[in-house]
């Protein structure tokens, strides 16, 4: 008589195959955020997961914040952080501190990776031109070395997917006369997931997905119409680094991401569950002709 607990999880297994078929030899774009990363033990059930989508047939590519840490680092060294409209405003000196600090997590995600067997590459947005940036303004306004993305060059990632590896990204981009440009993360993964026709981009953040109004956790919005997007944010219901996400994730749809997600990486292996279960989690974004599925909490 075979164990109940191994039927079981034959069984799970079994009902992770559509799922598998679906997304064979498909790009997924995992953004994960800085927010999402402090805790060690929760980083490690992201990065298994990525590893076992890999390993089941998926293309991966990470693309990785590090906001909090770059935050961190900033105040230690006597500078504070400034922010407009989610973005931070990046003189010279919080430049350096910024290429530092995401060059720092790129290689720590890479080992986590390869300490799962799976054969990692860390690069940043200028390595071989992945990324070519122009100067960004905030409504006219000079916010110094933030890089807005002008073009992706994606051959280096095609050329590591063909040999197997896992790409990690940092969002680090290069202007013409090769300046450094910090680029905030989640446009650095709407334009990858862009450029690589991915079939999935998932930002995987410290907050159940988005809500109506962020006081009340009653109000997560399951399912949001790129059309609602623009009304959320000049309503003032999305603030902070919720707003470039939504934006990123806008432009991504209309730009044929087919699936675009917001899940709470505070919740281990939130990527599984939102890939290999029906029930979504965490604010799906649909496009301007898709009908609802779940209602609003
Ligand atoms: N309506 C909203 N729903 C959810 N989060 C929101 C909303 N408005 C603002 N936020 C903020 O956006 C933050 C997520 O963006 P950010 O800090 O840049 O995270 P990440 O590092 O994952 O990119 C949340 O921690 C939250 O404080
Ligand atoms: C221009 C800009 O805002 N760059 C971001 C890059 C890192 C990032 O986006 O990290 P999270 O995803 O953790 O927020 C920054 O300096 O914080």
Redesign the pocket.
């Known amino acids: 008589m075979v164990n109940q607990k191994y039927l079981d999880k034959a069984e799970v297994l079994i009902e992770a195959l559509p799922y598998i078929q679906r997304f064979n030899r498909k790009i997924i774009v995992v953004?994960y955020?800085?927010?999402?990363m402090t805790d060690e033990k929760l980083t490690r059930s992201v990065i298994q997961d990525v590893v076992l989508l890999k390993l089941v047939g998926f293309k991966p590519i990470i693309v990785h914040?590090g906001?909090?840490e770059i935050s961190r680092w900033s105040e230690k060294l006597g500078i504070k952080p400034q922010f407009i409209d989610?973005i931070r405003v990046t003189d010279e000196s919080t430049m350096e501190v910024a290429e530092m600090i995401l060059n720092k997590v790129n290689k720590k995600l890479v080992a986590q990776i390869e300490s799962l067997g799976v054969k990692a590459v860390g690069i940043s947005g200028k390595d071989g031109q992945l990324l070519k940036t122009q100067r960004k303004y905030s409504n006219g306004k000079d916010i110094g070395y933030v890089g807005e993305v002008k073009s992706v060059c994606p051959k280096i990632l095609q050329n590591l997917l063909e040999d197997d590896f896992l790409p990690v990204v940092c969002p680090i981009g290069m202007d013409d006369e090769y300046h450094s440009y910090n680029v905030n993360?989640?446009d650095a993964a709407c334009a990858l997931a862009k450029a690589m026709s991915a079939e999935k981009l998932a930002?995987?953040?410290?907050?159940e997905?988005?809500?109506?109004?962020?006081k009340n956790p009653k109000s997560l919005i399951s399912e949001l119409h790129v059309r609602e997007i623009d009304n959320?944010i000049s309503n003032g219901?999305?603030?902070?680094?919720?707003?470039?996400?939504l934006l990123d994730c806008q432009d991504a749809i209309r730009h044929h991401v087919s699936r675009v997600h917001i899940l709470d990486?505070r919740i281990p292996h939130c990527l599984l569950l939102e890939i290999f279960t029906n029930k979504g989690i965490g604010t799906a974004i649909l496009g301007d002709e898709e009908k609802r599925f779940y209602e609003d909490k």
């Open positions: 953004k955020g800085g927010s999402a914040g906001g909090k989610g993360a989640d930002f995987l953040t410290d907050m997905g988005v809500y109506k109004d962020p959320l219901n999305v603030g902070g680094g919720m707003i470039p996400k990486g």
